[in-house]
């Protein structure tokens, strides 16, 4: 059982940096939002949004998110604000990003270059081995 009994973003003693990663973090849940809905037509990138079409909500949100990222970045390069990075961004990121280049290696292999199925799976599988082996 965890003995923390606040949290530091409840209890008042949250860095204006921390409130910073936690408006570009909704900022981003925001965007999925937006974008799910257009995705499954639920919007329309033509309806306006707070008097915006949603693509130009989409686009100028995504620049502010961007620069909110690049901007983080900087401050923790620079050491003036806590961060410890890892070296490695986890297994689940790891198998993901595998799988998604998996796929299109695959797709790339058997329809770009007209190898079939079976040569797009021999592709992406030879593609995916070859980046296990890179020496760290």
């Known amino acids: ?15 204006g940096f921390q409130a910073l990663a936690g408006g570009t973090a ?3 849940a925001l965007l999925f939002l937006l974008a799910t809905a257009a995705l499954f037509e639920l919007l ?15 686009g100028g949100l995504l620049i502010l998110a961007g ?6 970045g900087v401050v923790s390069r620079m050491g003036l604000a806590g ?3 890892e070296r490695s961004a986890g297994l689940v990121a790891g198998a993901a990003f595998s799988g998604i280049w998996f ?8 329809v770009a270059l ?23």
Not at 114 to 136: F, H, N, P, Q
């Open 26 to 28: 909704a900022l981003a």
């Open 83 to 85: 961060s410890d990075p």
């Open 103 to 110: 796929v299109t290696a695959a797709l790339v292999g058997g």
């Open 114 to 136: 007209g190898l079939g199925a079976v040569g797009g799976v021999a592709s992406a599988s030879s593609s995916v081995s070859g980046c296990s082996r890179r020496r760290r």
């Open 67 to 72: 620069v909110g990222v690049v901007g983080f």
């Open 1 to 15: 059982m965890s003995s923390v009994t606040r949290a530091e973003l409840v209890s008042g003693e949250t860095s």
């Open 44 to 58: 329309s990138l033509t309806d306006p949004v707070a008097g915006l079409p949603v693509v130009v909500l989409l």
